[in-house]
């Protein structure tokens, strides 16, 4: 079972950018869909920003991050990346890595991750 963890996040001012990884201990990380959600506040429900197929060929995102971040693998650095740009406020949380196999190595998963594999968490804080 794979086991995944976060890069640390951090503190960037509004406009400005930041890359977030996640690492997956496995070489079965090619047989996971993968994805980043985020938890703005405690007790508010974690929603997804960004999921991408087995492949990397195909990717979805949530409507308040379309076009500013991107989700992208490299499945032979078992790594998962997260480029953020023109970051706002609103987009301070902890972020969190997923994982969850499919049989489809073209799909882009985008819920079910429940019951899959999950990062610890890395706190990202935009300020103004």
């Known amino acids: 079972q794979v086991h995944l963890v976060e890069s640390v996040g951090g503190l960037v001012q509004v406009g400005g950018s930041l890359r977030l990884s996640c690492a997956a201990s496995s070489r079965t990380f090619s047989a996971y869909a993968m994805a980043w959600f985020r938890r703005q506040a405690p007790g508010k429900e974690r929603e997804l920003v960004a999921?991408?197929?087995?492949?990397?060929?195909?990717?979805a995102y949530g409507d308040s991050v379309r076009a500013r971040f991107t989700i992208s693998r490299n499945n032979a650095k078992n790594t998962l990346y997260l480029q953020m740009n023109s970051l706002q406020p609103e987009d301070t949380a902890v972020y969190y890595c997923a994982a969850k196999g499919d049989l489809n190595p073209g799909r882009v998963v985008r819920d079910g991750y429940e019951g899959g594999i999950w990062g610890q968490g890395t706190h990202v804080t935009v300020s103004s």
């Open positions: 999921a991408i197929s087995r492949t990397g060929g195909a990717t």
